[in-house]
């Protein structure tokens, strides 16, 4: 089985740069993916970790330690409309299952 | 947009009845997985269709059931519905295969069981 942690809230102001952290326990690791969800709407993918380091997508970047158990999710010149929950979900390996577990997210409000 | 399409957008049921949510998935993709939101939380994997068949399941009760058809669209059928399955339902399409796998959302399906 897997246990996903993360933060509840975060708060941040525009313009800066925030880290959400996300850890986790598992018997079989094949992936981790970040989603942002705003209320209300589907999550939409963000990025996506197998090996260890650094991911950069413009704004955004994730890392990702396997030994550690350890990723994060880095958001560099907040905007408003990055007010969303951040999902950390890891995939296992295991048999024709390629399914995600979702740790319960961590809800980000950007201050002006 | 993801391409993934979902109805209906909400539903209102009462106890006891039986519902059939929708997914049709991205174009390219033969993978659909189900997943159960509840306010707050993050969303809890229900099952998963790869080319027809079931390919893993979480922790639902039978009552829980699917299908997946020729054109890997799929539904979700929930019989005797409990006040607790009032949740967002989520479907997410994929191609199932490779690492880089990813999972693409669609807008999902509101239930409220009263």
């Known amino acids: 089985g897997q246990n996903i942690d993360q933060p509840t809230e975060m708060t941040a102001t525009e313009g800066a740069i925030v880290q959400i952290n996300c850890t986790y326990q598992?018997?079989?690791?094949?992936?981790l993916f970040w989603y942002q969800q705003h209320a209300g709407e589907a999550p939409t993918f963000l990025s996506y970790?197998?090996?260890?380091g650094l991911e950069e997508k413009g704004r955004f970047s994730s890392f990702l330690s396997r030994s550690k158990g350890y990723s994060y999710l880095l958001l560099k010149e907040l905007q408003m409309k990055d007010s969303a929950s951040y999902l950390c979900?890891?995939?296992?390996?295991?048999?024709?299952?390629?399914?995600?577990?979702f740790g319960s997210g961590t809800r980000l409000q950007v201050q002006p | 947009e993801t391409g993934v399409t979902q109805s209906p957008t909400h539903l209102i049921k009462t106890r006891g009845q039986q519902v059939t949510l929708r997914c049709s998935s991205q174009?390219?993709?033969?993978?659909v997985s189900w997943y159960q939101q509840a306010l707050g939380q993050g969303p809890q994997f229900i099952f998963q269709?790869?080319?027809?068949?079931?390919?893993g399941r979480g922790n639902f009760p039978p009552r829980f059931s699917g299908l997946q058809f020729p054109n890997y669209s799929s539904e979700l059928n929930v019989n005797a519905l409990e006040l607790d399955d009032s949740a967002l339902y989520l479907c997410?399409?994929?191609?199932?295969?490779?690492?880089?796998?990813?999972?693409?959302f669609g807008p999902g399906t509101r239930l409220t069981v009263l």
């Open positions: 997410a399409s994929s191609t199932g295969q490779g690492l880089t796998d990813t999972q693409y």
């Open positions: 598992t018997s079989g690791f094949n992936g």
């Open positions: 970790n197998v090996l260890d």
């Open positions: 979900a890891v995939r296992e390996v295991g048999t024709g299952r390629r399914a995600l577990t």
């Open positions: 174009s390219g993709h033969n993978t």
């Open positions: 269709y790869y080319r027809e068949e079931e390919n």
